[in-house]
């Protein structure tokens, strides 16, 4: 069951329709963003990325919208299915260190109901 | 394909005892990262490698330690655990910066 101080935000959908999960970031030097999602006691797994001089990739039922001027990210998932639940992460790399940190935003819950 | 291995899946230590958790990234991957999640939390950030030389640190405790050996490998060592340290600890790896790190499934700790 889920722990007490859990404050994820979540997202409920009927199953067939669209889900649209957002994230925004505050480094201006990010310049490649991942979304993963994660399951339930298992590591992130990637779904799709965008480099930042791209507003918008499109992958398998699923499509990333990057607005650099608002510093916002959208992972867009069409026709959710139930095993489509789960919990989605925004990740962002940025320019401006010698390493290749990567800086996990936070997740948001998403559940799809049948 | 080959993945990221992380030992031990679950451990149990109590309070002031040390542990030690073991990272297997992918072959030709010259970026090792190593996060934390606690319950419904972020991964946040602990500590990386690129080319077996520490990259950038995060919220590490002193405590920690890390280290990427010879063939890639990399071990977080974590003393005198108190109860906050439970949690997952997950290591990751990464071809290079443009490209996606494939996570392992993870070390449970549990602290008594």
């Known amino acids: 069951g889920e722990s007490v101080g859990l404050h994820l935000p979540t997202l409920s959908v009927q199953e067939g ?19 993963y999602k ?9 779904i799709i990325d965008i480099r930042s001089n791209m507003d918008k ?21 069409a026709a959710t299915q139930p095993g489509d639940s789960a ?16 800086t996990f935003g936070g997740g948001t819950r998403l559940m799809v109901k049948p | 394909a080959a993945g990221v291995i992380q ?3 679950h451990l149990i230590k109590e309070k002031r005892e040390t542990a ?3 990272c297997y990234p992918i072959p030709r991957h010259d970026t090792v990262y190593w996060y934390q999640q606690g319950p419904g939390q972020d991964p946040q950030f602990l500590i990386s490698f690129y080319e077996k030389m520490q990259s950038d640190k995060g919220s590490i405790p002193d405590r920690f330690s890390a280290q990427q050996f010879s063939d890639y490998h990399s071990e977080l060592n974590m003393s005198s655990l108190e109860l906050g340290d439970s949690a997952l600890y997950f290591c990751a790896s990464r071809l290079d910066r443009y490209t996606e790190a494939f996570f392992g499934q993870g070390t ?5």
């Open chain 1, 17 to 35: 329709d669209n889900s649209i999960i957002n994230c925004a970031y505050s480094n201006s030097a990010s310049d490649y963003f991942i979304w």
């Open chain 1, 38 to 46: 994660q399951e339930s006691g298992k590591g992130p797994q990637f």
């Open chain 1, 57 to 77: 990739r499109q992958g398998q039922r699923v499509t990333v919208l990057l607005n650099k001027t608002v510093k916002h990210l959208s992972l867009q998932i």
């Open chain 1, 87 to 102: 919990v989605y992460f925004c990740a962002e790399t940025s320019n401006n260190n010698a390493g290749n940190m990567l």
């Open chain 2, 7 to 9: 030992s031990p899946r």
């Open chain 2, 20 to 22: 030690t958790l073991k």
């Open chain 2, 108 to 112: 449970r700790l549990t602290v008594v």
